[in-house]
Nanobody, 123 residues
Framework: QVQLVESGGGSVQAGGSLRLSCAAS????????MGWFRQAPGKEREGVAA???????TYSNSVKGRFTISKDNAKNTLYLQMNSLKPEDTAMYYC?????????????????WGQGTQVTVSS
């Protein structure tokens, strides 16, 4: 059974940092591309960052230079380091796994999803 479990969310003031983790199990972790998505109330889910099986990364323009995605294949864990947080970063954050590894910032191309972790940034 595939499981993706996010952790590390919380409340922080603008300019602060958080590190999200996503623990994966039930599938061959190293064979999947991974991504972080977020969804704010009343808004569509958007791709934030993704990493392919070779470790190449891609970011949305809204977080480029502030967020860093990484993974530890030995621990089957995905990370998202978020620095210089802004109130507009407030959202539920989800990790996801993609078998096809295409269009990695688009949620249509992901096979498995976690339940999400809430990030709230106050001004």
């Amino acid at each position: 059974q595939v499981q993706l479990v996010e952790s590390g969310g919380g409340s922080v003031q603008a300019g602060g940092s958080l590190r999200l983790s996503c623990a994966a199990s039930g599938y061959t972790y190293s064979s999947y591309c991974m991504g972080w998505f977020r969804q704010a109330p009343g808004k569509e889910r958007e791709g934030v960052a993704a990493i392919d099986i070779n470790g190449r990364t891609t970011y949305s323009n809204s977080v480029k230079g502030r967020f860093t995605i990484s993974k530890d294949n030995a621990k089957n864990t995905l990370y998202l380091q978020m620095n210089s947080l802004k109130p507009e970063d407030t959202a539920m954050y989800y990790c996801a796994a993609s078998r096809g590894c295409i269009y990695l910032l688009y949620d249509d191309y992901y096979n498995y999803w976690g339940q999400g972790t809430q990030v709230t940034v106050s001004s």
